[in-house]
């Protein structure tokens, strides 16, 4: 009940009175906003870094979906549970910059239509194999599944992906998770009814990439649409059963992420 | 041989100086001293009263020239018949003991005058017999004596081998002194290089022979400096390491004529050189201090060998090589990491020491507040209450790292405890920065303010925004041979590294340290020069590092950085096991030294705390000291009483090798801990170091007693010289002194400058 009450003023703030003046940010905007003025950009102890990656086809780049709506959001909840040194504003990077690597915690999602390019392999694997975290979110049955897998074995083909269990230390690392639950996007939560993307029914999934330590690089979210969550949560009619689990997952793997 | 000050004053004055030190003065006048002074002045009166009436002929300042000459050499005529001498004891022929104590050392060997200083002893006192001898023996009865780490009574030079361990000249005087108690003493001579390498007080030694009035004259064999000759004077080394670490030991070399020379000194264990590198020598008369590093892989008591490569021309090769004992314990070592909110600087630092088996971090973490973490607990029940709140919780712990927690989260009475930590429990305390550390943590003024190495600056405080800098770190002259900053086998490529690695950011600018703290690291970049970035002090019992970074983790992330580089790792691994080295356990146990000689007593003690690191005085201390042919000797440990908390035993190092001391102590039948130490016995080879002849210490002994200091040139005087004496059977002789080549001397000059001058002015 708390994250709730607490993600629904977050929300609040968020809709009615913007952040030092800027405009709210609708889900049809997917401009990469420099920082605001006023914020310093550097310092921080924990950016919300969104990947920036190649996609193809008509959603070619679907890794501004949410952006950056969700991330801000989701920001206001990360800043007001726990007590990280959050940047405040999205913050994307590509997966070919070097200054990815000074930001250990990265987020990508609908990595079902994802291209890597030679460079962006090259940067995501050094990233990943230096200590960055990578958590992927939004993506849906077996097509999509297929291409991320075929990119992400392009990245770390020596390491399978693996189902991570329920009493995983992920899964209490802040809050006490005992069960997945499937977020669906905005439009099915609000219609209610069925909460899958796929052609049939399907399971939420948790899986994840470990190093040669057994230490967690990749936390794959399938099935499940955890940044929807995060982005509408501001919103009475959208049901509180998946921004409370999107919100205790999402900061369960930051602050797993940070000490992990 | 004389010198030739003694010979010409024995000339003029007719005896040598010993005659005038030892004599008193006294005037023998035949005649009535009152009637001798009446002609004296009946004699001045005369002359002066001849000048005064000479009228204008002479100047006042002729006149009173002359009339001084004539008085002068009135006054000098008077003082013969006044019959002046001296009055000085000198021993009875043959009714006196000499003890004569003979250097039998093995420095004694050393050649460094063309011949061994032995020859020298052999010569004078061999069979055929010498000079010295002779003179010595017509006067006295003499003792001989032989000595190194012992003092044992001998016939002659035949029974001496040169081969003693140890030179202990205060034992030897004791010793002769009480040997020689109940006969006429007219005196000791000690024939040495003086080389003393014992740690026995001389002063007291002197103070008795002083006081019985028997004097110590003391002969240098042996050159004050030698010509061409490497020493490593002195090794620096910790005594106790963990497995695996890297350690750095100071090794102090001197020399005679190798100034500006390159030298190769290696290190080695089990004959395993596991370092190697050039020194170059500084000038002559200045230590050359160079420090070493190496790695500790093997467990166990381990002897590394220090060794400096012989030099073509040495004079002693022995004193090139040390043996330094170190005891390297396999054990997994518990530091308690309380961060104050989640930072990646968690994960990586738990990343960078995963895999030292040594290093246990215990991670308490705030992430929100009264929200906490644990990672890596030993059981359930440790730090469920939060951070400790007790010495004992906290005390269990050997290292401590404060991350970005406000001194406002502690209490007083945990801030006072964390100080304590450190400066009683003698645990490591490592300081990182963060929003909410050191001045920007609200930590000046408090317990741990005082303990931190680095000065808080008071202008910034709980304002953190005002500050952001990234920095570039760089080595400093410290740090190039610190063992915490070795991030390469040499320093020179440790200090290439650190220049390459990327900047960090920091939040806490820190410029100064405390005296006594030293700086390894300083940064600079925007707005920020030489700022401290890596400081570390010693703080009562433990070490306090302070190291104002946030994000050290971008060594291990950053682009530049390849993947299998280890610089991350290394670093922390490095500071974390320094940190810790040498942080005591409940019970210690401890003997002087790690080296000692075969038959030495040395002395165990041992330290002994309770939980909360208070001192125990009731507790029940065995020794059990395992020699090293297997055979286990148990000690009864006492209190010493002078100090809370020490117990004390002794054993004498019979065999030759490694002897292992376990200690166990008991309280009320619980056990409060054990302890081990090490000692290795065996041969001393102190006698290679600090072989040169010591005059000043010779002659101290000497001057301190009433004796005399001579040398193999000027011993030839020394037969004559001890007759006069004031202890043993003596008599006084009269020494004339009217007679004396001086006197016909002076009187010559007067009345020929007298005569001189008067003719000069037409007098005569």
Redesign the interface.
Known sequence: MAIFCAASLGAVVWSSAPARGVEPVQRSSVRVTPPYEGS?V??R??YFTRAIYSGYGRRSSSWRIDFPKADVQFLIGVRR?????AYEYEHPLRLDD?????Y?FLYALEVGRMALTAAEIEGLR?YL????FLVIDDFWDMGEWQNFEYEIGQVLPEYPIVDIPLDHPLLS??YEIDELVQVPNVGLASRGGRTWECYSPCQPALRGIFDD?D?LMVVINWNTDLGDAWEWVEQPWYPFTYSSFAYKLGINM??Y???? | MRSLVETVFEFLFKYRPVVFENGQFVLSAPWPVLLLVAIGLVLVAAPLLSYLRLGGKLSTADKALLAVLRVSLLAVLVFCLLRPMLIVATVVPQENYLGILLDDSRSMQVADDGRARSDFIREQFGPEGSDLLAGLADRFKLRFFRFSESLQRVSGSGELTFAGSQTRLSHALDGARSELSTVPLAGLVVFTDGADNSEDRLTESLMQLRSRGVPVHTVGIGRERFENDIEIARVEAPRVVLEGSAVAVDVMLTHTGFAGQTVQLNVEDDGRIVSAQEVELQGEGEVTTVRAHFEVTETGPRIFRFRILPEPGELIAENNVRDVLVQVRDRREKILYFE?????E???L??AI??DENLHVV?L?????N?F?R?DVEHPDELAGGFPTTREELFQYRGLILGSVEASFFTHGQLEMIAEFVGQRGGGLLVLGG?NALAQGGYAGTPIDNVLPVVLEPRLTNDS?TF?S?VSVELTPFGRSHPVTQLAPTPEESAERWAELPAL?T?NPVFEVKPGASTLLTGHGDGIEKAVMLAAQRFGRGRVVAFPV?DS??W??????P?DDMTHEIFWRQLLRWLINSVPDQVTAAVPKDRAGIGERLTITTEVVDSAYLEVNDAQATAYVTTPSGLEQELDMEWTVERDGEYEASFVAGENGLYEIRVEVNRDGESLGTAASYVDAAEPVEEYFGSQMRSTLLQRVAEETGGRFYTPQTVGSLPEDVRYTQSGSTVYEEKDLWDMPIVFFLLVGLIATEWGYRRAKGLI
Request: proline residues 4%.
């Open positions: 310093d550097r310092g102890e924990f549970y726990t007590n990280i040194d070097p200054e990815l690597r000074r250990p050094g194999l230096a200590g960055g690392a802040f330590h230490r930051i602050i992420g940070m000490s992990h | 104050g909110e989640p930072r990646f968690v994960k990586f738990r990343r995963a895999e991670v973490q705030r992430t929100a507040d929200k973490r990672d929003h925004s952001f990234e950011s939040v946030q983790w971008i291990q992330m950053h682009a530049d950085i993947l």
